[in-house]
């Protein structure tokens, strides 16, 4: 396994000869093909690296008003606000208040209530992770923990920690801590009913695989510990365990078999041939911060999520082609009824094939767009109404 080490643009660049084009311009995708056995269990191997960081440089050359998409959203912070707070509520109401409410209709309300609003916890905490609420970096930490706070386990400062290296290692073996582990595939692999409970239960399998790669905490990270802890005795001291257990169980349910966790499928797990990445365009966006809109959010995490929708109808071009989904519940259902699905269904790349990959291919030079046309519908975009 390649060592844990961070590269920077130095790193990188081409020593001695010149570089080749991508064969893989403009859209990068790539020649591999998705296993075909069902009895395969092994990830899908690729010797580029990832597609983004390509796409985004000849996205930008031939539309360069993108750059005035980057910024900040302080309004994620007040929905946030806003989320903690309903869930606040709702565990007062049914652990102080509602104490005669029968289990099942309190798990109904977990689950309909508090799941929904705790796979929105995760975008927050996403988009505070990219630094996308405010331009300080301390404010989005205190964004993300303010979202933790109803959430019972302190997640939101490793998750900005591990989705960042997620980011920069996409696929590498080792260093992503977003590919499933060995056992994962072992067991699960294409299995209809383990993968069901594989789904249930993908909660723990996400701090699994944080806890797999056995790295020293961070500073954020105990601060993190410390406050979540202090929430959780505050809850039950002042209202009660049912009302912490209705916040568990809610987060449960909000990263297990809920619609709005079913990105966590949707993003990376392969559905077509070549396509590592794959964004969602439907109605859920409206409520969870158009994160299914993941290939655009790869190709360009200085956009926040306000304005990610004009990314995709600037470089239509580069988008439409893209396999994508239009049916959260429909990605679930795919992923466990399909042989071909499983923990096993991911892309990944040796850390020298990610490097060589910068190194030794370079985005093709195309001149800028100068077609008035094509202008005019690009500053439409620009200036048309935020959509969903």
Not at 33 to 46: E, N
Request: some cysteine; hydrophobic content about 40%.
């Amino acid at each position: 396994m390649p060592p844990h080490t961070t590269t920077n643009a130095a790193a990188v660049q081409p020593t001695g000869r010149a570089m080749r084009d991508d064969p893989r311009h403009p859209l990068y995708l790539g020649k591999w093909k998705q296993h075909t056995k069902t009895d395969v269990r092994d990830f899908v191997h690729d010797d580029f690296e990832e597609p983004h960081r390509k796409r985004r440089t000849a996205i930008l050359a031939k539309h360069p008003e993108v750059r005035e998409l980057y910024g900040n959203e302080p309004l994620t912070a007040v929905i946030g606000a806003i989320a903690a707070a309903t869930q606040l509520v709702a565990a007062y109401k049914i652990g102080c208040v509602w104490t005669d409410l029968h289990w099942a209709a309190v798990l109904a309300i977990a689950y309909l209530l508090g799941g929904t609003i705790s796979a929105l916890y995760g975008v927050i905490i996403h988009e505070a992770g990219h630094n996308l609420v405010f331009k300080r970096p301390f404010y989005n930490r205190l964004t993300g923990l303010m979202v933790n706070l109803p959430m019972v386990v302190p997640i939101s400062q490793s998750f900005r920690r591990y989705h960042l290296e997620h980011h920069q290692y996409q696929g590498v073996e080792g260093m992503d801590p977003d590919l499933p582990l060995d056992a994962e595939i072992k067991y699960i692999h294409n299995n209809p009913l383990l993968k069901t409970l594989w789904v249930f239960c993908y909660s723990a399998m996400y701090v699994l695989r944080g806890a797999a790669m056995k790295k020293k905490p961070q500073r954020w990270e105990f601060i993190n510990w410390a406050f979540i802890i202090c929430v959780d005795a505050l809850i039950v001291r002042y209202m009660s365990t049912r009302s912490l257990a209705y916040l568990a169980v809610s987060v449960f349910f909000g990263y297990g078999m809920h619609p709005g966790a079913a990105h966590f499928i949707q993003e990376h797990y392969i559905f077509r041939d070549g396509q590592e990445t794959y964004s969602y365009y439907g109605s859920g966006n409206v409520f969870y911060l158009n994160i299914g809109l993941h290939n655009e959010h790869h190709d360009f995490p200085q956009i926040p999520w306000t304005r990610i929708y004009k990314l995709r109808r600037i470089a239509t071009e580069f988008y439409d082609p893209l396999y994508a989904h239009t049916s959260w519940v429909g990605v679930i259902f795919k992923f466990i009824t399909s042989p071909m699905q499983g923990p096993q269904a991911r892309l990944v790349r040796m850390y020298k094939a990610h490097l060589s990959g910068r190194r030794e291919y370079k985005v093709p030079s195309d001149p800028p767009a100068q077609n008035s046309v094509a202008r005019k519908r690009r500053d439409s975009a620009l200036a048309a109404p935020k959509a969903p």
